[in-house]
Each structure stands twice: as structure tokens, then as C-alpha cells.
């Protein structure tokens, strides 16, 4: 309180206002069809996941990024437990200055459990949750062009 009056800003008046602007925000607006497929080769900043299909299976319903990521995962791992379970020594799965995989949790800033046996990182964009998602199909032999992803909300307006 005392370094806010020392600037002269008034806390209050900014929080107030940022309240009021995102109240008046109708998130209903930005949702988009469901049934609509994109490719892994879109830019998907700005946008929420509804779901995921691989070679014209059923389509896997998701809320976040994150989980498309780790359902993806769960799917590849059971083709081909040991391969999957191989991406930890694999130096092509990982990011540029950290593991993608491992079965050390500590060595994940936010691991999230595959099948109870390795961590995948989870603290990715969306974008890089995609790149994560053709890396691995990439291994796995698929097509990039076969796994199909659909939206729920397109919040790029918002963001302009």
C-alpha cells in the first residue's frame, strides 16, 4: 500500500476496470462447429481443443491441450509400449533445452503420468503440443494428414 502511494496509483480503479471488461466479454461468441476438421499443419494459438481423431477412428473428445496430448500418448503406447517407453533415451523427442519424456518425474517441470510408466511434459502451448503430436506419429509411422483435430472456441478476435 505504501509503494502504491509512493508511485500515486490507485489500486483500485485498475482492478475495477479490468474486472468490468472481462465480465462484459460473452465467450458464446467465439465458440465455432465442432464437426469442422483441421490438420496438424494449422496454427492453433487462440483456440480450444474439442476433440481428436487418428485414421478415421472415433473421435476422442478433450477440454484442454494437455490432454490431447496425453490421450494421444496413451493411444501410441498401446500400439507399441516399448517404443513409446524408448522415447526417454531418444534424442529427437526432446525440446530444445529440456526431456519431453521420462520416467524420473523430477526431471519434468510439469509431468503428467503415461499408463503409469513414463512422464510426458505438459507445460506446452498449443502449438507446441501440436509439433509434440507430429513428432510422435512421426515415429510411430502415421500419416501427419490422417490425425484430425476439432475446436470448440476460436478466441483469436479476442486477442488482436
Known amino acids: 500500500e505504501d509503494i502504491m502511494n509512493h508511485l500515486e ?26 464437426d469442422v476438421e483441421h490438420s496438424l499443419y494449422e496454427d492453433f494459438t487462440h483456440k ?9 477412428n472415433q473421435i476422442i473428445e478433450v477440454n484442454t491441450w494437455q490432454e490431447m496430448l496425453l490421450k494421444t500418448c496413451e493411444l501410441l503406447m498401446a500400439i507399441d509400449e516399448e ?14 533445452s529440456r526431456k519431453y519424456f521420462s520416467r524420473n518425474s523430477d526431471l519434468i517441470k510439469f509431468p503428467k503420468s503415461v499408463g503409469g510408466k513414463i512422464f510426458v511434459e505438459t507445460n506446452l502451448s498449443s502449438n507446441g503440443v501440436r509439433n509434440l503430436i507430429i513428432k510422435l506419429l512421426k515415429k510411430y509411422e502415421f500419416k501427419i494428414n490422417e490425425y484430425k483435430i476439432y475446436l ?9
Open 83 to 96: 517404443k513409446f517407453l524408448g522415447f526417454e533415451f531418444d534424442v529427437s523427442m526432446n525440446g530444445k
Open 48 to 56: 480450444r481443443p474439442f476433440g481428436f481423431r487418428i485414421n478415421k
Open 152 to 160: 470448440r472456441a476460436d478466441y483469436s478476435e479476442l486477442n488482436k
Open 9 to 34: 496509483i490507485d489500486s483500485n480503479e485498475d482492478n475495477t476496470n479490468i474486472n468490468e471488461e472481462n465480465l462484459k466479454i460473452d465467450y458464446s461468441k467465439y465458440t465455432v462447429e465442432t
